[in-house]
């Protein structure tokens, strides 16, 4: 079923190639000249990422999300070490491998974190909205979210994705995630699929995966999250997904909202055998 | 206030190979914040490394080093268990020290 | 570049710098060596030469760059590292020729220690870098273009 | 009785949601989206999972005939709807009535680099960009470019400096799906219900661009 869709996809590329490529034979000629300066420009970038890869500065965020992991917070002066977060209490190696998941705590589906947020609520006796307070960091303000994030997704590493999707509610969040991954709107027409539902595509000389292809879902998926260094701060999945609808001309995605979790199952579950290497260094 | 840093120092052969990560904003002063307000000048402005009482490297930045810096170089000198020293000073005059042990190779 | 300068950045380096002049703390090696604030200011190559002492920078092949690539993804973060085969290097300088101030970092190597370094720069645009070295009393410099390019989808 | 129970969880969402902001409100007139189940269910979710922000309002979740087709047939509508499609957007699409294509080529350039504009960070009262560059290769000397669209490095010279082809320009910036229907290129001057991206002086100004013999795009 899946793969029907995507061979589908596929030949629809190759077609909007050929009818691009039909205006002239001139053009054509064109184009294949500077595609080498192109792949000139795209050594130098691999050259530049692998420099990058040298040290990255989300060890800083995963080191104060242990702390903050292990530190007595909230109202109830408790840690967050007996927190589920789908391995059972207290497991933090792999958990990150099984979200989104449903909890029967909760009776939610949850990703990471939106799980965080249900354990500083019942664990730690925050409130929602003190939970949910402050989600991405900036300049001069640090994010608990996005520290605890580094910490358990750091603790992943090596493992691979392994999503279940079986209960029922977790079936239909796929279902959901997928139908709103087509879901153009806004002032520039764009989907998610516009830029990620096709493979060897880039902006400007920033590669775009292909989510729809499980070996690019999986290298997409298991880099997040992520150290940015256009912003300086390490970034969630729920950033990613937050700034990924800002850029599309969509409204504010809700932190935690039902719709960023659906649209994490849906790439999450994608991703499933991809061995995690995040919090990863991206431009 | 500040983070630890993240201090690495392996000897390979007869050099110890360091690496640091600090964590600052290095913010440079010509930054304007939401409001349009310029965003003051906030950088680390000296380093300095020391390994058993002697200085192996010190430098002074400016606020072109990027945020969060990294910093690696290699001397010679000492041995698995000594203790590398980085220090930073920035232009508020906060400071911070961190240590890290010499291991081996993993 | 005086004394009195320096003081001035801000309050609390003149606290702490007044303490260690008093000798009311041990100086570490950061104060032994003031922050060279005439050398951060000045827009070239030859006038940071001169603000560190020298007076003029000969090019020499046997500075090279590590780690620094041609073209850059992200201005904010640019690797730059720079290994000099000079004998007697006491000090590798990285200079970017169109950033505000052109100084990036300055760094003293002392016996014992290899003449090369890597760290990370902010390069506004595309740029000339310099690796400025002092070798035996003596300036010479590598110099190299890294292209910026622009990113993303709403910038 | 799936969709009940996940009714049900979106209650008790925008419940607890509720005291952190108002629950989103959307134009009830979006009579062209799909109606099946999950593609309701889905509506419903991201009506209640976006807010407004700035000028993004959440009515831009809304969508048009043409947004609602490509996104039910996943961008690769058959042939049928595929004509439809492109028949609506040739009925959007309008042509300066001073008959002037072309504008200037300097000021294209700008508009092209320019990925501003319709994000809610942006300040509404700021001409937008056009992006160009983010899709397309276009000069010699702009290594940063993308590859969605296809190169319109020498366009102008290697179609000829025609009337013909100058219109198709220009219509193809005002709305691409009049031309392809679901392509990836935003209708930059018929922008669905929800407002042009750029005015017509700025999409002469990218003709101008992709059509003078003296711009870079054509040297």
Redesign the interface.
């Known amino acids: 079923m899946q793969n029907a869709m995507l061979s589908q996809r596929l030949l629809a590329g190759v077609i909007a190639v050929f009818a691009i490529t039909t205006a002239s034979v001139a053009a054509m000629a064109q184009s294949s000249l500077t595609n080498q300066g192109g792949d000139q420009t795209a050594k130098e970038i691999e050259r530049y990422r692998q420099a990058l890869g040298?040290?990255?500065?989300a060890?800083?965020w995963e080191?104060?999300g242990e702390d903050l992991w292990k530190q007595k917070r909230g109202p109830k002066n408790v840690s967050l070490e007996q927190c589920d977060l789908g391995l059972g209490a207290g497991m933090v190696k792999g958990a990150y491998t099984v979200l989104p998941k449903h909890f029967e705590d909760s009776g939610k589906v949850e990703d990471l974190e939106s799980r965080l947020v249900t354990c500083m609520v019942m664990l730690q006796g925050f409130s929602y909205i003190e939970a949910k307070k402050n989600p991405f960091g900036g300049?001069?303000n640090k994010s608990s979210m996005e520290a605890l994030v580094a910490y358990i997704a750091g603790a992943s590493r090596g493992l691979k994705m392994n999503v279940s999707g079986k209960q029922p509610d977790e079936k239909r969040y796929y279902e959901l995630g997928k139908k709103m991954f087509f879901h153009r709107g806004g002032t520039h027409d764009f989907s998610c699929s516009t830029c990620h539902g096709a493979s060897g595509q880039r902006i400007r000389l920033q590669d775009l995966p292909n989510l729809l292809k499980q070996d690019q879902a999986q290298r997409a998926y298991t880099t997040w999250p992520a150290y940015r260094?256009s912003q300086?701060e390490t970034r969630s999945f729920q950033w990613r997904l937050y700034d990924c609808f800002r850029q599309q001309r969509f409204p504010e995605l809700e932190f935690t909202s039902e719709a960023s979790i659906a649209l994490t199952m849906f790439l999450a579950k994608n991703a499933n055998g991809g061995v995690m290497n995040a919090p990863a260094i991206k431009r | 206030m500040s983070?630890?840093m993240?201090i690495r120092a392996i000897l390979n052969g007869d050099?110890v190979d360091v690496?640091v990560?600090m964590?600052h904003?290095?913010?440079?002063g010509?930054?304007k914040?939401a409001a349009g307000k310029v965003?003051p000048a906030h950088f680390i402005?000296?380093?300095?490394v020391?390994c058993k009482g002697?200085?192996?490297?010190?430098?002074?930045?400016?606020?072109?080093?990027?945020?969060?810096?990294?910093?690696?170089?290699?001397?010679?000198?000492a041995k698995v268990g000594d203790k590398v020293i980085v220090?930073?000073?920035d232009?508020?005059?906060?400071?911070r020290t961190d240590e890290a042990p010499i291991t081996a190779p993993s | 570049m005086n004394r009195r300068e320096v003081l001035r950045?801000?309050?609390?380096?003149?606290?702490?710098a007044l303490a260690a002049s008093a000798g009311l703390l041990k100086a570490?090696?950061?104060?032994a060596?003031e922050?060279?604030k005439t050398?951060?200011e000045v827009k070239n190559l030859n006038d940071v030469v001169k603000a560190l002492g020298g007076t003029t920078a000969t090019e020499s092949k046997d500075i090279s760059f590590v780690n620094a690539p041609d073209i850059a993804e992200n201005g904010?973060?640019?690797p730059v590292?720079a290994a000099s085969k000079i004998p007697k290097t006491e000090l590798i300088a990285i200079l970017?020729e169109k950033?505000?101030?052109a100084?990036?970092?300055?760094?003293?190597?002392?016996d014992?220690?290899?003449p090369?370094?890597?760290?990370?720069?902010?390069?506004g645009q595309t740029s000339n870098i310099y690796a400025l070295v002092k070798a035996d009393g003596k300036y010479f410099y590598a110099v190299k273009e890294v292209k910026v390019t622009l990113g993303g989808c709403g910038g | 009785m799936n969709l009940i129970k996940a009714l049900g969880v979106i209650i008790v969402f925008s419940f607890s949601d509720a005291a952190f902001s108002a629950p989103a409100k959307m134009d009830p007139k979006n009579d062209f989206a799909a109606k099946d189940a999950t593609s309701i269910a889905a509506q419903e979710m991201m009506r209640n999972s976006f807010k407004t922000r700035g000028q993004a309002s959440v009515d831009r979740l809304n969508q048009d005939e043409t947004q609602a087709l490509c996104s039910q047939y996943q961008d690769n509508p058959p042939k049928s709807v595929r004509a439809k499609i492109e028949a609506i957007n040739q009925k959007l699409l309008k042509y300066p009535a001073d008959g002037k294509l072309l504008g200037d080529w300097k000021e294209g350039e700008k508009i092209a680099q320019s990925g501003i504009g319709k994000q809610f960070t942006d300040n509404p009262d700021n001409p937008s960009g056009g992006n160009c560059y983010a899709c397309h290769q276009l000069t010699k000397t702009e290594l940063s470019y993308g590859n969605l669209g296809p190169t319109l490095y020498n366009f102008g010279k290697v179609r000829g400096y025609s009337e013909a082809i100058t219109k198709y320009a220009y219509g193809k910036i005002a709305n691409s799906q009049a031309f392809s229907a679901c392509s990836n290129m935003p209708r930059f001057g018929n922008a669905g219900t929800h407002g042009v991206i750029l005015t017509e002086k700025e999409i002469k100004h990218l003709t101008a661009l992709l059509m003078d013999p003296a711009s870079p795009v054509n040297n």
């Not at chain 2, 904003?25 to 440079?28: A, F, S, V």
């Not at chain 2, 002697?54 to 945020?67: E, F, N, Y």
């Not at chain 3, 570490?28 to 104060?31: E, G, I, K, L, V």
């Not at chain 3, 100084?103 to 002392?110: D, E, G, K, Q």
């Open positions: 040298d040290g990255n500065p060890e800083l080191a104060r300049p001069d260094v300086g | 983070d630890p993240r050099k690496r990560l964590a904003e290095m913010e440079t010509q930054r914040d965003v402005q000296s380093v300095t020391t002697k200085t192996v490297l010190s430098a002074q930045w400016g606020p072109a080093i990027s945020k969060n810096p990294t910093l690696s170089f290699k001397f010679s000198g220090s930073w000073t232009n508020k005059g906060d400071k | 950045t801000s309050s609390g380096t003149m606290v702490m570490d090696a950061a104060y060596e922050w060279n050398a951060f904010a973060v640019v590292g970017v950033n505000p101030n100084l990036s970092a300055n760094f003293t190597i002392p014992g220690t290899d090369i370094i890597t760290t990370r720069v902010k390069m």
